[in-house]
């Protein structure tokens, strides 16, 4: 038996360790080359581990939600094919070492058969991050997410898995997924008569979701929030942005309302640097940005996210659009960069349509301030003693009042609404 020891690689700089959010393998499945062992998180980053070459797994190591270092043995590998005969005698044990060659023993050279597989010391050149497939009107997937085991069912059932509904994370089908969908005849099962549900589902708070929630309680814990709530007439601005967009060149991107959000928020900030900035309270050192580098908030399938617009400052209202476009397309289709989700200096969160009357939004760690668009709707106001349509929205804004005082708060947000009323001071 020729066996692999594939340990958890390199999976960028400064990171030490990784969550096991989900296995795609267990015991006696055969692997080939790239095919998806697990996911794990670093941060907010969910990363897919490809197999190292083709194989049988032996063992695996860790459970869903248990952390691993850098270095450590994730999957023991029998080796089949090229592989194993690459590998050399048969009682020879190979380990895929993913820290960098200069950081080893040079390995004993052996005879190099053309196309033949990497030795297992240069096992770091394979891809430590395999690309997720885009989802979620990004592109559509070539073929359904499923693990090797699911997908061999399916082959031998003559099933395109496409026409799997599938309930995992991604829309990923299961073994579960697959064995209704036969019970059904091929087909999603129909309605069925109403009756009494005592089930439960525990549900592990693993990967993502815990960073959220570790986020969240350490902002709640160790942050006094207050939230400011204003009124705005967005009637001419919705109008602009309608111009702008019927108006606009092929190349530019359709504008929404964030990138005015935005460019205002630019200029509010050089006038009320308390709210672009972050807040060390162990240090105890308040730290301001004279760049605005915005995060944005963006629900995703596996949660909350906040991409960052860098230096939104030299940024025009059709740049904006695009870095919002990119970055948040790179959040939901987990191919956002570590330096793409970390660095805001203050976030903006929007629901939209679903935004509600007023919000109470939660200021995300270690920043000071957060700005929460609630949605558009149409409102009679009086104008000069007559009584006329409007279309307004509330801007709700929590601020951490050991940094920004109510005032300073009331006076930079009645000056965001100056802004947003009269759109044309925007770009003044």
């Known amino acids: 038996m020729t066996k692999l020891v594939f340990k958890l690689p390199d999976l960028g700089e ?68 090229a592989a194993a005969e690459l590998a050399g005698k048969e009682t020879e044990e190979t380990k895929a070492d993913p820290l960098p060659a200069e950081e080893k023993p040079a390995p004993a050279p052996i005879p190099e058969p053309a196309a033949a597989a990497p030795e297992p010391s240069a096992a770091p050149a394979a891809p430590a991050v395999a690309p997720a497939p885009k989802r979620d009107g990004v592109v559509a997937p070539v073929r359904a997410l499923a693990s090797p085991a699911v997908r061999r069912r399916a082959a031998e059932a003559g099933v395109d898995l496409i026409q799997v509904p599938g309930t995992g994370p991604h829309g990923r089908v299961t073994r579960d997924d697959f064995e209704d969908f036969l019970a059904g005849g091929g087909r999603v099962s129909g309605g069925r ?167 109470t939004p939660v200021i995300n760690h270690p920043e000071v301030a957060i700005i929460g668009i609630n949605k558009m709707q149409e409102k009679l106001v009086m104008e000069g003693g007559a009584v006329v349509q409007r279309l307004v929205m509330n801007i709700s804004t929590s601020c951490d009042h050991r940094v920004v005082d109510g005032f300073v708060a009331a006076q930079a947000i009645q000056s965001y609404k100056a802004l947003l009323e009269h759109p044309a001071t925007i770009f003044m």
């Not at 939230?227 to 309608?242: C, G, K, P």
């Open 14 to 81: 400064g990171i030490v360790e990784a969550e096991i959010v989900e296995w795609h393998v267990k015991v006696g499945d055969i692997v080939k080359e790239d095919d998806n062992l697990c996911d794990v998180m670093t941060d907010k980053a969910t990363v897919e581990i490809p197999a190292p070459q083709d194989g049988t797994v032996l063992s695996i190591t860790g459970e869903p939600g248990d952390i691993i270092s850098v270095g450590a043995e994730l999957v023991t590998l029998e080796l089949t094919g």
């Open 193 to 359: 008569a109403k009756t009494k549900l005592t089930g439960t589902n525990e549900i592990k708070v693993i990967g993502l979701r815990r960073k959220i929630a570790e986020k969240m309680q350490t902002a709640k814990r160790h942050i006094p929030h207050f939230t400011y709530v204003e009124e705005v007439d967005v009637t001419e601005l919705e109008a602009l942005r309608q111009y702008l967009n019927e108006n606009r060149l092929p190349n530019q991107p359709k504008l929404t309302l964030l990138p005015f959000l935005m460019q205002a928020l630019v200029k509010v900030l050089r006038d009320f640097p308390e709210l672009n900035a972050t807040y060390d309270d162990e240090a105890g050192v308040i730290t301001r940005y004279e760049g605005a580098h915005m995060g944005i908030a963006t629900q995703t399938d596996n949660g909350l996210m906040v991409p960052v617009v860098w230096h939104t400052e030299v940024l025009d209202i059709w740049e904006s659009a695009g870095e919002v476009a990119r970055v948040s397309q790179a959040a939901r289709g987990n191919t956002a960069k570590m330096d793409e989700l970390t660095g805001s200096s203050i976030t903006i969160t929007s629901l939209g349509a679903l935004g509600g009357i007023v919000s």
